[in-house]
């Protein structure tokens, strides 16, 4: 059974640092990684994108503050959030593209999310 289980997400002072870990498991291979964020009044946004290649991509808005990094040997991907703002304020969702142990194509999983807040 594929599982992707965040953890991390709290309250926090605005510049204050964050690290969101994901843990996956029931993958046969994974290929990319991924952190989206549902923030109040928007629609979800990719925040960072990795890659088997390591190459990486964030969004404009926190382009060097966030930082998406994995353990491939531990089947974890984290997301290092720095000088956090109150607009980052939102659920963070881990997400990669595998295919299952079971089989089948590659497709995209989501996690439950995890909340960061972030306070004035």
């Known amino acids: 059974q594929v599982q992707l289980v965040e953890s991390g997400g709290t309250s926090v002072q605005a510049g204050d640092s964050l690290q969101l870990s994901c843990v996956f498991s029931g993958f046969a291979a994974t290929v990319t990684w991924a952190w989206y964020r549902q923030t109040p009044g928007h629609e979800r946004e990719r925040v960072a994108f990795?890659?088997?290649?390591?190459?990486?991509s964030y969004a404009d808005s926190v382009k060097g503050r966030f930082a998406i990094s994995r353990d491939a040997y531990a089947d974890t991907v984290y997301l290092q959030m720095n000088n956090l703002k109150p607009e980052d304020t939102g659920v963070y969702y881990c997400?990669?593209?595998?295919?299952?142990?079971?089989?089948?194509?590659?497709?995209?999983?989501w996690g439950q999310g995890t909340r960061v807040t972030v306070s004035p």
């Open positions: 990795l890659t088997r290649a390591d190459t990486m």
């Open positions: 997400v990669t593209k595998g295919r299952p142990l079971s089989g089948g194509i590659l497709k995209e999983y």
